[in-house]
């Protein structure tokens, strides 16, 4: 299945698969990769500020898988070098994920070790570092599946999710970011996406 026409499914299967694995590290870079030229696709600016709006567009689906879509704007109190500073001190997902994950992955090929995979805690721990959901992660991989950009993509039949009780396969997906977001409006009714 490895070409280029499919590139951002090959993409998938492998943040998938790590995913599966337990590595949500491996799993960011290489959907990173793919979120990257999902955005293009859709017409994002080849930059950091495309990159950041893709994942800004679509916090509703990211969160609602990733970390309950009551927290869609959440802003943490959590500075790194690596990351601009802002007048208020708060950095959003999208500047963790785009200087955090992306950048110390494609540019030293790793990322800090600020950054800490938690089952369900979110929020800075105390000691400098950040606590994440590895849902986010899934939440992302989700995101560039559900962009109409990708409706031409595939992956492996077997790879699907749960949120909140429902489970959703990756390749009844693709393309189909509003029939995704309708279905997840249905599960948070009280704060849906």
């Known amino acids: 299945m ?7 499914g090959n993409r998938v299967t492998e943040a998938f698969g790590h995913m599966v694995a337990g590595d949500a590290r491996e799993a960011l870079f290489d959907i990173c990769a793919a979120a990257e030229r999902t955005a293009r696709q859709e017409g994002y600016s080849r930059n950091r500020t495309g990159f950041k709006a893709f994942v800004i567009d679509n916090i509703p689906i990211i969160a609602a898988i990733g970390i309950g879509p009551a927290l ?4 943490f109190q959590f500075s790194h070098p690596d990351i601009p ?10 500047d963790i994920i785009y200087h955090l994950a992306r950048c110390g992955l494609y540019h030293d090929a790793s990322m800090t070790n600020a950054i800490r995979f938690s089952e369900k805690t ?12 590895r849902m986010l992660v899934t939440g992302l991989i989700v995101a560039v599946v559900a962009s109409p950009a990708s ?3 595939i992956t492996d039949d077997q790879h699907w999710f749960s949120c909140n009780g429902q489970v959703f396969y990756l390749n009844k997906l693709w393309g189909k970011r509003d029939d995704l977001l309708n279905q997840l409006k249905g599960l948070w009714p009280a704060s849906g996406p």
């Open 122 to 133: 979110i929020g800075p721990d105390g000691s400098g570092n950040l606590q994440l959901p």
């Open 85 to 94: 500073a802002s007048s208020d001190g708060t950095c959003g997902i999208e």
């Open 72 to 75: 869609a704007g959440l802003r």
């Open 151 to 153: 409706s031409d993509q």
């Open 2 to 8: 490895k070409n280029h026409e499919n590139a951002i």
